[in-house]
């Protein structure tokens, strides 16, 4: 059974304003532009993680194919899924941290976990190696903040491109680790879960918690 795709249901709600990162300039190189870069980049990790108890429904494309990738979370309800292609997977019941254990564990070759991109960002921050570039973007209408990061020689990933939306969601990563390969961008979302849409699948869902 072709599984119905919450997002074409459900009408995306406006952007949220979108919050200035300090630095979005690199300067020549100086201690007043790498304190700065290191302000952007500690921003960016802590907006990740600050933005996990944030209910989303998120829809990424899998760059160079046509492969769609939808992520619903609500944390306060207890409640997640994860869609790959007409595959949809069901999560209830737990905490926090098994929750991201199991987002983890569906997505891991696809799209890396909040965690996982905020301990990129926040390596980066202190790795004196590194060169970044700052810019802001706008995916799926929703406002989100840019950095390309090469030559970091002292962190889990050297060279990646990864935007955050204003409410802590990633909005795309282009990255390399190890043999996994990520090149997602979003391409529909929304604030919220759509309560009916994950009534609807939970017949069909599989490894389901309880």
């Known amino acids: 059974m072709i599984v119905q795709n919450p997002l074409r249901r459900c009408a995306a709600l406006g952007a949220a304003a979108l919050l200035a990162l300090a630095g979005c300039q690199s300067g020549g190189g100086g201690e007043e532009a790498a304190s700065e870069d290191q302000v952007a980049l500690t921003e960016l990790s802590n907006r990740?993680?600050?933005?996990?108890?944030?209910?989303?429904?998120?829809?990424?494309?899998?760059?160079?194919?046509?492969?769609?990738?939808?992520?619903?979370?609500?944390?306060e309800a207890g409640t997640a899924a994860v869609v790959i292609g007409d595959r949809p997977e069901l999560w209830t019941g737990g905490d926090g941290t098994e929750l991201a254990v199991w987002l983890g564990e569906r997505l891991g070759d696809v799209l890396p976990s909040d965690e996982d991109v905020?301990?990129?960002?926040?390596?980066?921050?202190?790795?004196?190696?590194?060169?970044?570039?700052?810019?802001?973007?706008?995916?799926a209408g929703e406002l989100a903040d840019c950095v390309d990061v090469q030559g970091a020689e002292d962190s889990p990933v050297g060279s990646f491109?990864?935007?955050?939306?204003?409410?802590?969601?990633?909005?795309?990563?282009?990255?390399?680790?190890?043999?996994?390969?990520?090149?997602?961008?979003?391409?529909?979302?929304?604030?919220?879960?759509?309560?009916?849409?994950?009534?609807?699948?939970?017949?069909?869902a599989t490894g389901r918690n309880q």
């Open 118 to 139: 905020a301990s990129w960002l926040s390596a980066t921050a202190a790795d004196a190696s590194a060169s970044t570039e700052f810019s802001d973007t706008t995916l």
């Open 161 to 204: 491109e990864v935007c955050v939306t204003t409410v802590g969601v990633i909005a795309s990563v282009t990255a390399k680790v190890e043999a996994t390969a990520y090149t997602v961008k979003l391409v529909n979302y929304h604030d919220g879960v759509d309560a009916a849409w994950m009534s609807e699948i939970s017949g069909q």
């Open 48 to 75: 990740l993680i600050e933005g996990e108890d944030h209910a989303y429904t998120a829809e990424y494309l899998v760059e160079g194919s046509e492969d769609a990738v939808l992520v619903a979370v609500d944390p």
